[in-house]
């Protein structure tokens, strides 16, 4: 097995080393939570010209954690009218969906958890897990608003689920490996490296920047359809289905989702940040580059593409469910098919 | 049989149940206690009903047993959300029936406070018409500076919503030193605000594509109806009691009457009925502005009145714009000091019953976008 983190490097590969590398991304993944969600109330404050919490801490900065305690004490409610199983299952199987993605995701040039060869293809077919979730919990719960919402969430799921594989299938070409590593070290070097910007290459790459870029932008628009995230938070529109899949769920199993959401858009971030912004590279060649460094990189780029999730939350109002279906199968497929097609003519080319 | 007719066939066959939803009486976007018995075919609505009184208060019944001064702040909690608006029907009929004139500054006065409270109510419907549609911010941006509104409204009259301020002969509060001042600066802010909004909202794509060519009023089912307000000028029917009757000082101020023109969509679409609102904020700003101008600042705010209010035997009906459409009261008196009957006609009430006849054949989050735009207030609606 190739070495894929430092752990394993220095500690050999035995349970415990296992179990630290399988908790580490879990750590991480609280305390970005946490950090996401004070980001979002923050945000949010500053768009509308409010201060946003002010009182639990310095500026409020515990806010997160004062929300997680009222969650915990919250009154767990399950319907009677639920099929108890599938309803108490619903909140786990979406996070672990969002938490297995983070598997393969390369946090820097000497850790990734999992470093398998068809890594890509991995998130790609585990993060359709958390609809799967979605569709659970909304039938479950036994309330129409639930299962409206759980119906969106399908042809949400479908039509936004191609136009991202085409988008990740051109960087696949472009790098010809499906391994993050790989992908992330073919974009070394400075920042017009990146895929954003056409890869390495020479001057010819010209040619495929428009499409690369574009590229970038529908992988991001899907990404917003698949973190359910404002114009695309259809399935919990909250205006018409009260709270969607998730109107019956309270306490801890309420803030499972909310968590996997937070989890989720960290996911789509750190794909896009793979696959187009360089992953761990810094963007200036040899400056401030290294293991350490790299995760640094990796971090902030995502969380830069977080802040910009939240902005656009904040800023836009919802499209309507045959709205994005258009938008998903007529607008951004058939631009993805192009961008495809012509990145792979100019691979061949070269 | 080719692949095509198969398919037609298979499809007509299955046989999907329609579901039955009760949005409200407790649901985010139902804008109070309303009650929507929604039939929908999966997205599709195929039928509406409302549900009425789940905020019945009586109020017709409590009048019958209250002096006239006593009514008023009932009168406020109709659409207490433009309480102003609503109590001047009600003064202007009782100062018909007993033939008192008012002094002119309490005209001008009365003119100010009601084009204010119109463009905090306006306010209010495009600002949670926006949250309908999704868009957090400009909710808070519009509340944000109705707070400014609702000031100049407190230090005149103490209350911030409910205000009590109309009288018979006059108003309850005179204006303080800097009342124009104040008022020009919220007029500016107003401006400004609407042209932010604009940008971030009205003309946003999405918003554009999720409220334009929606639930379309066409100007004969509107008068049909009986529908009146912005909910009538967005079908393109430039109906306005201000410049019609030109009740009290109207007819001394120079202002539009913005109608639905169908710059985007069709005429008398969700997009129309909210655009007339947010240009009527603007017609509201130059009333207010003139009215500032013209004002005489001394003098009384109050006319002579009968320290008991005892009107006449007889009936009177009067009616006037307010912002949801034309508010009416018919007061039949027995000559003593409580009205014998007061009927209230109540214009979100009547605006409301046109919702079955418009949101049929649209998805289900387009309905929630009809009624966000046809700006109901269940205290009206039930009284």
Known sequence: MEQTNFIWEH??????TVLAVISLPLMFVLVYALIAILAELKVSAWIQERVGPMRTGP???LQPVAEVIKLIQKEDITPDQSSKLLYNLAPFIIFTGAYAAFAVIPFSESFVPAGIDVGLFYVFAIGSISAMG????GWASSNKYSLMGAMRSVSQLISYEIPAA???LSVVVLASSMNMQEISRAQSGYFWNWFIFGGPGDWTKIFVIPFTLGLTIIYFIASLAETNRV?????????????GFHTEYSGMKFAMFFFAEYANM??????????FLGGWNSPFGDFLQGPWWGAMWFILKAFFIVLIQIWIRWTLPRYRVDQLMYLGWKVLLPLSFICFLAISLFVMLN | MSEKKRLDLEYSQLDSDRMRINVGPQHPSTHGVLRLEVEVDGEIVTEVVPHLGYLHRSFEKHCERMTYPQITPYIDRMDYISAMNNEWPYVMA???MLDIKVPEKVEYLRVIVAELNRIANHQIAVATFGLDAGAFTPFLFYFRDREYIIWILEKLSGARLLYNYFRVGGVSGDI?????????NVVKQVRKTNEEVMNLLIYNSIFVKRTANVGILTPEVAINFGCSGPVLRGSGIAHDLRRDEAYSVYDRFDFDIPVGKGEVGVVGDCWNRNMVRVHEMEQSCRIIEQALEQMPMEGDVKAMIPKRIKLPKGEVYMRAENPKGDLGFYIVSNGTDKPERLKARGPSFVNLSVIPEISKGYMFADLILILGSIDIVLGEVDR
């Open chain 1, 59 to 61: 500026y409020g900065i």
């Open chain 2, 176 to 184: 303080y030193p800097e009342f124009k001042e104040e008022v020009l």
């Open chain 1, 11 to 16: 500690f050999g590969v035995n349970l415990w």
């Open chain 1, 134 to 137: 979605i569709v659970m919990g």
């Open chain 1, 166 to 168: 085409m988008a990740i």
């Open chain 2, 94 to 96: 009782l100062e018909k």
């Open chain 1, 231 to 243: 114009p695309f938070d259809i399935p919990e529109g909250e205006s018409e289905l009260v709270a």
């Open chain 1, 266 to 275: 960290f996911v789509v971030s750190a794909i896009l940040t793979t696959i």
